[in-house]
């Protein structure tokens, strides 16, 4: 029987700050020949995101800190190639936790098939993806409805942008923050938000008051840090934060100090909600049936970047934290 090999990419090391490329190494490895109920997949696309910097971390998470020496994981999309479970046949596209390897071999049980009806299959990852799902479970987090002024930190990204898309769906006034005017022109132009600020231009605080002097009725937090406290000051009595990510102090090696102004919170009746997407797995398919009828309907768009090739795998994740990225960045493997 012939071989069968494939590419990974593994955590070399523990990154100090932003991580580079001698974080990671890239290893060959030969997939064992598939049992009852397994599955062989290519991968097609695999998604990078900032959340997995900190499971680079050697420290307790809400999941387990990736391993030195072993293979990275994280959102994909697959063709199936060979199965031997009968949920799964040839050309089958799946998704599955198994990104940043070429190939893989997984149980039927760790597959979710999706449909190619909309294209192109990287939407999966994006805002037909657990992106998009996140952004979806946000907005259900805290009731957001019709009339309410929500702002939204980080709204270039691959959660803000689908947030903001879904929140103008919902009749709200979308306020986004992003850092630099070609993404504040995305954001207005392609995105459909209201209002969208550059915060490297000016205190967050100032701008906010500028753009909505009578406050605000939701945060959708991303960023964390400076944001938030701009956000706390800038909330209604009332109001509610979303705190779905905090990519600003992802890189610090020393926790920042938190917000000075957290007694909004008493003062202002505010309301603040972490969500992780996966314990909201149970309504998958409710979120796939909202949001896959309005991406057909044409009411909802998919952004992406793209990034092709599998040796570009780690720039590409490199290059979220240094804002290379409008929309969900994917790497294309094949």
Request: overall charge neutral.
């Amino acid at each position: 029987m012939t071989k069968l090999l494939s590419r990974e990419i593994r955590l070399a090391s523990r990154p100090k700050g932003i991580p580079t490329a001698a974080n990671f190494t890239v290893a060959r490895t030969e997939l064992k020949p598939l049992r009852d109920q397994e599955v062989l997949v290519r991968n097609l696309f695999m998604s990078v995101d900032p959340y997995m910097r900190g499971r680079m971390n050697d420290g307790k998470s809400y999941v387990p800190p990736f391993a030195l020496g072993q293979p990275l994981d994280g959102g994909a999309v697959g063709e199936v190639i060979e199965s031997r479970a009968r949920e799964f046949k040839p050309g089958d596209a799946v998704i599955s936790n198994f990104g940043w390897r070429e190939c893989f071999v997984a149980s039927s049980e760790e597959l979710h098939a999706v449909s190619r009806e909309i294209r192109p299959l990287s939407v999966h990852l994006g805002a037909l993806g657990m992106t998009g799902m996140t952004a979806w479970v946000g907005l259900n987090l805290v009731e957001v409805k019709a009339g309410d002024v929500v702002f939204i930190s980080g709204a270039a990204g691959a959660v803000g942008n689908v947030a903001g898309q879904l929140a103008k769906l919902r009749g709200c006034r979308v306020i986004g923050s992003a850092g630099s005017m070609a993404k504040v022109m995305f954001l207005r132009t392609q995105c459909g938000f209201d209002i969208a600020f550059d915060y490297k231009a000016g205190p967050v605080l100032e701008q906010l008051q500028l753009e909505a002097p009578d406050g605000i009725d939701v945060y959708f937090d991303n960023v964390g840090g400076d944001t938030l406290e701009a956000a706390l000051s800038a909330l209604r009595v009332h109001g509610r934060i979303i705190a779905c990510g905090g990519i600003s102090g992802y890189n610090q090696e020393q926790p920042r100090p938190g917000p000075s102004n957290l007694f909004n919170i008493i003062t202002k009746r505010l309301t603040m909600k972490g969500l992780i997407v996966r314990d909201w797995l149970d309504r998958q398919g409710e979120f796939e049936k909202e949001v896959g009828g309005y991406l057909r309907a044409g009411l909802l768009k998919n952004h992406e970047t793209m990034v092709e090739g599998f040796d570009q795998a780690v720039g590409a994740f490199i290059g979220l934290f240094e804002g290379r990225n409008l929309g969900k960045m994917v790497v294309k493997l094949a």
